[in-house]
T-cell receptor, first 115, second 112 residues
Framework: SAVISQKPSRDICQRGTSLTIQCQVD?????MFWYRQQPGQSLTLIAT?????????ESGFVIDKFPISRPNLTFSTLTVSNMSPEDSSIYLC????????????FGPGTRLLVL | TQLLEQSPQFLSIQEGENLTVYCNSS?????LQWYRQEPGEGPVLLVT?????EVKKLKRLTFQFGDARKDSSLHITAAQPGDTGLYLC????????????FGTGTRLKVLA
């Protein structure tokens, strides 16, 4: 199993600023991902965080807006750049384990409000 | 584009009642997962189904993967207030991939 922690748990930011969210896993995971979720709604995959290389972004998400790092197997960061109120959301980190990545664990999320 | 539609979107029932949540798609999935999420927390994996027609049971929860692997259902027997939460299905199109697309979600409230 894996326990995933995120920092900060929540933040209120001003328009135009950037926020970096940290994700720490207590054990090695095969893959790490970043999701966005509006409260009470479904999850949208932002990108796959690749160790030591550029993240793989889903349609509608770009590196300039959401730079991601993954320097090792248990840590990743997501930066939300040049924020606008539309970026207000919950950002979730996740990691997969298992020979086929069949088990996915999620962090508690970072609740972001952009004014 | 949302490929996994869940129904109902909202459900409020009394303790002890039974319920079924559906997850439907026009696409074939190699595997499908169900999650439950409580407020302020991340989703927690309940089950993974990979074979068409597969049925898995987890205490009072019964999960079924459709024969054509395009749909799935979650049945809860004798619901309890602790079952309250957001239920999400997630499907993977390609065997061996780690990429899962999440469904639209079903918000369940069980009243004592």
């Amino acid at each position: 199993s894996a326990v995933i922690s995120q920092k900060p748990s929540r933040d209120i930011c001003q328009r135009g600023t950037s926020l970096t969210i940290q994700c720490q896993v207590d054990s090695q995971v095969t893959m790490m991902f970043w999701y966005r979720q509006q409260p009470g709604q479904s999850l949208t995959l932002i990108a796959t965080a690749n160790q030591g290389s550029e993240a793989t972004y889903e349609s509608g998400f770009v590196i300039d807006k959401f730079p991601i790092s993954r320097p090792n197997l248990t840590f990743s960061t997501l930066t939300v750049s040049n924020m606008s109120p539309e970026d207000s959301s919950i950002y979730l980190c996740s990691g997969r384990q298992g020979s086929r990545g069949e088990t996915q664990y999620f962090g508690p999320g970072t609740r972001l409000l952009v004014l | 584009t949302q490929l996994l539609e869940q129904s109902p979107q909202f459900l409020s029932i009394q303790e002890g009642e039974n319920l079924t949540v559906y997850c439907n798609s026009s696409s074939v999935f190699s595997s499908l997962q169900w999650y439950r999420q409580e407020p302020g927390e991340g989703p927690v994996l309940l089950v993974t189904v990979v074979t068409g027609g597969e049925v898995k049971k987890l205490k009072r929860l019964t999960f079924q993967f459709g024969d054509a692997r395009k749909d799935s259902s979650l049945h809860i027997t004798a619901a309890q207030p602790g079952d309250t939460g957001l239920y999400l299905c997630a499907g993977s199109h390609t065997s061996g991939t780690y990429i899962y697309i999440f469904g639209t979600g079903t918000r369940l409230k069980v009243l004592a």
